[in-house]
């Protein structure tokens, strides 16, 4: 799976962060992800937790019930466009500026937090 962090999801900005948890399995990482952004946002920063695990459970680090959690809409990939840089890389872009899709998919969870799905697999494919 692409990055969020690779694709322009989040420009840089003056006085932002940008953290990717990432690592072996059962190692933590939606714990470390979830209370570090918990923690951020008590600090008066403005959080997106962008949950990029096929099977996502951020959202109940973050506070959500499992029900409002199982209900949230991911983020769908018509938000992304595909290009060729002049090194003949292929390289995702937002085709919406980020703060649209953070509007319309974004599900406002605890301290001041805001939680983004995108890495559910919508459906089964070929083997
Ligand atoms: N510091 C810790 N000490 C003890 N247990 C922990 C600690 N951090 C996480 N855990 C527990 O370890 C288990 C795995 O944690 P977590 O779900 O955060 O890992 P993960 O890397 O996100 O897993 P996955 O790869 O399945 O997504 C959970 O039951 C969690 O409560
Ligand atoms: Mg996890």
């Known amino acids: 799976m692409c990055s969020p962090w690779a694709t322009g999801w989040l420009t840089p900005r003056e006085g932002s962060m940008k953290i990717a948890v990432a690592g072996k399995g059962g190692s ?6 979830g209370t570090l952004a918990r923690l951020l946002g008590r600090r008066g920063h403005t959080v997106v937790a962008i949950d990029a695990d096929t099977n996502p459970n951020l959202a ?22 595909e290009q060729v840089d002049a090194a003949g890389q292929t390289v995702r872009t937002l085709a919406v500026p980020h703060e649209t899709v953070i509007a319309r998919y974004g599900v406002p969870a605890a301290d001041n937090t805001t939680l983004l799905l995108m890495g559910r697999v919508a459906h089964g494919g070929a083997g």
């Open 28 to 33: 933590g990482k939606t714990t470390v992800a």
């Open 60 to 81: 109940v680090t973050l506070g959500l019930s499992r029900d409002v959690a199982a209900s949230v809409q991911p983020v769908p990939r018509e938000v992304m466009r």
